[in-house]
């Protein structure tokens, strides 16, 4: 059973660099075919996707979002972290780490953090 945890503070100041780290068990992140995404939802909206780091190490980002984001992974952790930058409160959601596959099917995900934009 796979399972993932996010992780990381809870309030961030606008201008700051938002930092999250996802924590992968019961299946390494270097397994073949899989890709590891981050996502999120706003108060009141619908999910958003961020952006994955596939199982070789690349990533793709939501064009909305490229120029402001960074995915990054540790395999010794068995771990990726989301950075964003330049938050505003736009920013303030639940983010959710989650495993998907070349179908674009999300079969495993992370209970959520919320993180709050505030000054």
């Known amino acids: 059973q796979v399972q993932l945890q996010e992780s990381g503070p809870g309030l961030v100041k606008p201008s700051q660099t938002l930092s999250l780290t996802c924590t992968v068990s019961g299946g390494s992140i270097t397994t073949n075919l899989y890709n590891w995404n981050w996502a999120r939802q706003p108060p009141g909206k619908g999910l958003e996707w961020i952006g994955y780091i596939h199982y070789s190490g690349s990533t793709r980002y939501s064009p909305s979002l490229e120029s402001r984001t960074s995915i990054s992974r540790d395999t010794s952790k068995n771990q990726f972290t989301l950075q964003l930058s330049s938050v505003t409160p736009e920013d303030t959601a639940v983010y959710y780490c989650?495993?998907?596959?070349?179908?674009?099917?999300?079969?495993?995900w992370g209970q959520g953090t919320q993180v709050t934009v505030i000054s």
């Open positions: 989650a495993r998907g596959d070349v179908n674009l099917v999300y079969d495993y």
